[in-house]
């Protein structure tokens, strides 16, 4: 089970910290990744991160105003967002998986239920 939470409304500029805590799994044994859904449009890939946390990976769209961190002692992994822009709300939905640190949301067998964000102009 995967519970997320941080979403809200915030204004252009401004900062965020989605965070997704897991229970009843070995927590550093997985990949874990955040992605996004706007409305009419599909799911997105925002960041991965390795289960040591010693590795990342963005979308060129958040590279250099999000960071995507872990700490596995709380069994639990973080988005920090900041200098939003508009363009970023959506649905952000944090994800586990024992393959690998991928962009590719069929990669990844465990999902949260998902966080608004909304940022207004």
């Known amino acids: 089970v995967q519970l997320q939470s941080g979403g809200g409304l915030v204004q252009a500029g401004g900062s965020l910290r989605l965070s997704c805590a897991a229970s009843?799994?070995?927590?550093?044994?997985?990949?874990m990744g955040w992605f996004r859904q706007a409305p009419g449009k599909e799911r997105e890939f925002v960041a991965t991160?390795?289960?040591?946390?010693?590795?990342?990976y963005y979308a060129d769209s958040v590279k250099g105003r999000f960071t995507i961190s872990r700490d596995n002692a709380k069994n639990t992994v973080y988005l920090q967002m900041n200098s939003l822009k508009p363009e970023d709300t959506a649905v952000y939905y944090c994800?586990?998986?024992?393959?690998?640190?991928?962009?590719?949301?069929?990669?990844?067998?465990?999902w949260g239920q998902g966080t608004q964000v909304t940022v207004s102009s």
């Open positions: 994800a586990a998986s024992t393959y690998s640190s991928s962009s590719y949301a069929h990669r990844y067998e465990y």
């Open positions: 009843g799994r070995t927590f550093s044994n997985y990949f």
């Open positions: 991160i390795s289960r040591s946390g010693g590795n990342t």
